[in-house]
């Protein structure tokens, strides 16, 4: 599974990026905020990200803002994001899941408490699979017929009327602009 | 990947500001990985020390507290406690904007630090042999 580690500080993300290609990942560094929101925007990104609070650039929280908006506008699939951070008030935690994060995580982290965390990222990002396919199953069934596949009776009116409309705005439209030049 | 898994701490050299047991544990006893924070650490730190201590002497508290907060996690990484301890202390203050308790904070986090660097040497030395 690919991951993102975005931190600016490289002793921090060389620890980072050795302890989770060890467990198994497949794992992307970058310095700054703005380059993990490119990486996370990428439709073959990494759907689990781990992203330090203070970067340059864009903060943590600015990250998860601005790939929430990403994929609400682009019906991207849902990216884990967990926020790595030295800030231990209830405010500062409340702030970042606010910001759209699923989890944080406090420095220096502990090895084992990291990858349980994102075992459930994993998790979490199963069951989204798992939901969206299902959904693009109960589409399927709702518009086709169960016997032939083909478009059902209801999808096909609908698409009749919308052609019957169209062709209705095009004949006016070529009306009225027949007798505009005469 | 070289491990050092079961080889005895006490064959290291045993310093106050490391906490060396931890900091193997932190890096799940890879040797490697070992030599390259504490070769990233070498090239990093002094930079940063001076660039907060610039900082405290221009009293630019928003740097001050940028680059406490790169040390403190710096160090905490390398488990070297209390000077991890001693550059929270001082990001504390340089959010606070205290001028005089942030000098004398720098003063504390400087002795806390004074001789780590040998120290560092000595560990990647053990580390390389």
Known sequence: ?????????????????????????????????????EQLSRPDGPRLALLDWVMPELDGPGVCREVRKLQEKQEQAYVFMVLLTSKESKEDIVAGLE????????????VEELKARLRTGERILNLEDKLVE??????FKATHDALTSIWNR??????????????????????AGGRGSL | MQQIKGQETKGFSQGHRVNFPELLARVDDDRELLRDLLAI??????????????AVAHQDMKQAMVVSHTLKGM???LAVTKAAASAAQLEQLASGGGEVPLKEALAEFE???????????????????
């Open chain 1, 1 to 37: 599974l690919k991951i993102l580690i975005a931190d600016d500080e490289a002793l921090s993300r060389r620890l980072l990026e050795k302890t989770l290609t060890r467990a198994g990942y497949e794992v992307t560094a970058v310095e700054n905020g703005r380059l993990a929101v």
């Open chain 1, 99 to 110: 910001s759209g994060s699923d989890d944080y995580l406090t420095k220096p982290f502990n």
């Open chain 1, 134 to 139: 299902a959904r693009e199953q109960m589409r």
């Open chain 1, 154 to 175: 209801g999808v096909i009116m609908d698409l009749l009327g919308r052609e019957l409309s169209r062709s209705r705005r095009d004949l006016h439209g070529g009306l």
């Open chain 2, 41 to 54: 650490f070498k090239e990093d730190f002094p930079g940063h020390l001076q660039a907060l201590r610039d």
């Open chain 2, 75 to 77: 160090l905490s990484n």
């Open chain 2, 111 to 129: 002795r806390d630090v004074e001789g780590l660097l040998p120290e560092m040497e000595t560990y990647v030395a053990e580390v390389q042999s």
